[in-house]
């Protein structure tokens, strides 16, 4: 692949793709010490950056008419990618998904006109079957990331990039099976060797983070974050090289903070990201890096095909994160007018309850005792603090809790 190869990818793409927003933050660059910018390709075409990729590759045979249709395996944003590649080319296209996805995500890629297969109960089982149906419809099957055409294509976000911001000083890329932080990280050091590029992982999926620090192919034996989308066990081998060579490190963040930048997302920004688009910019706001002080930052944001199913899951743990919503459980006596005084407190302290369960079940209470297990909204930690620190100065024996605020438990 040559620098080459990315310029002709962005001459395919200029009259398909959006030359999707570099938005300044504000309220982030405060939050991270540095100079925000928000690369919105949660706005482009099929809702990812994943078209540059597909429609590039399969520009490509179409103009060769090497293959009579494409064949692709995905239950995500590859899937919308190469179907509506497809049909804008004038192919028919097939893509193999697991039995288990999400009627959603079927619809929405029937709707680009592909057909639709449903085979095998993992990623996996649909990889080879796409791999049958592609020989014996002699089509192409188009790899979501380890290929040179597809990399080239995902190049293009950092043509963009510099061509918005010359003097930017870093870009951070959320990363699964490599395809778009290779072509950025590449694209990037052929232009400017001196602009920095990160990637980023879940903090449980982290494949192309142990083959960096490495400098080897590393597979890992499962996968365990809520972004779907970059929960990638096996990443490329062309990806992995090009990464090892052009990258400048790896980060990796946990799910709360995933989960609590897409609040941020939504609440300061106004933006519906899914959660692998919001890994670029939770490294950010984390400072997992003292090298991004005060530097401009792109965080590439991804993609914004979140499961609507799924969607107030993510939001629930995000406000729990964030300390916007806190469940406690207190030893309460199993006598008139005990769970009022409770209510007094909270009413006082301005917590608004939206669960409330008694718990008769312990071997520890005593005979007229129970446990009362409630779920309230807050403002932030110290908010959710103060509400305990009343309770307890009224009398009432707090028990320990996984979503307590951080401070809170002791």
């Not at 001196?194 to 992982?201: D, H």
């Not at 996968?223 to 990258?247: M, S």
């Not at 930052?297 to 969607?311: E, H, K, M, Q």
């Amino acid at each position: 692949m040559t620098l080459q190869d990315v310029y002709k990818a962005k001459e395919r793409l200029e009259s398909v793709t959006h030359t999707t927003e570099l938005e300044y933050s504000e309220t982030f660059s405060k939050a991270a010490k540095a100079q925000i910018f928000l690369k919105c390709e949660n706005r482009q075409k099929t809702g990812s950056f994943k078209v540059r990729g597909a429609y590039n590759k399969i520009s490509k045979i179409a103009d060769e008419k090497s293959a009579k249709c494409v064949v692709a395996s995905s239950a995500g944003n590859h899937a919308q990618g190469v179907a509506f590649a497809a049909r804008k080319l004038g192919l028919e296209s097939y893509i193999i998904m697991p039995l288990s996805t999400p009627i959603a995500k079927i619809s929405a890629t029937e709707n680009y006109g592909a057909n639709v297969i449903l085979s095998g109960e993992c990623y996996d089982d649909a990889y080879n079957k796409a791999l049958e149906i592609a020989k014996e419809k002699n089509g192409l099957f188009v790899h979501p990331f380890d290929d040179e055409e597809v990399i080239a294509g995902q190049g293009t976000v950092a043509l963009e990039l510099m061509e918005q911001m010359p003097d930017l000083d870093a870009v951070i890329v959320p990363a699964g099976g490599g395809g778009l932080l290779a072509g950025v990280a590449f694209t990037a050091k052929q232009i400017n060797p001196k602009l920095k590029v990160y990637g980023v992982q879940g903090e449980r999926a982290d494949a192309i983070r142990q083959s960096y620090l490495s400098k080897s192919h590393v597979s890992t034996s499962g996968v365990y974050t809520i972004a779907d989308g970059i929960a990638v066990k096996n990443p490329g081998v062309i990806t992995t090289k090009i990464i090892n060579e052009y990258a400048d490190g790896i980060f990796t963040v946990t799910d709360d903070e995933i989960a609590s930048t897409i609040i941020q997302l939504l609440e300061r920004a106004k933006q519906v990201v899914e959660p692998a688009g919001a890994t670029s910019l939770a490294a950010a706001l984390m400072q997992k890096s003292d090298e991004l002080y005060g530097k401009k930052i792109a965080c590439v944001l991804s993609g914004g095909n979140i499961d609507v199913g799924f969607i107030h899951k993510i939001i629930e743990k995000g406000l729990v994160s964030r300390g916007r919503q806190m469940k406690f459980s207190l030893v309460l006596s199993d006598k008139p007018g005990s769970l009022e005084k409770v209510s007094s407190i909270l009413a006082r302290e301005q917590a608004n309850v939206i669960s409330v369960q008694y718990d008769r079940m312990s071997t520890e209470l005593g005979l007229n005792e129970t446990i009362l297990h409630i779920g309230c909204e807050l403002s932030g930690f110290e908010h959710g603090e103060k509400v305990i620190r009343k309770l307890k100065e009224n009398g009432f024996d707090i028990l320990p809790h996984e979503q307590f605020p951080a401070h809170a438990k002791s």
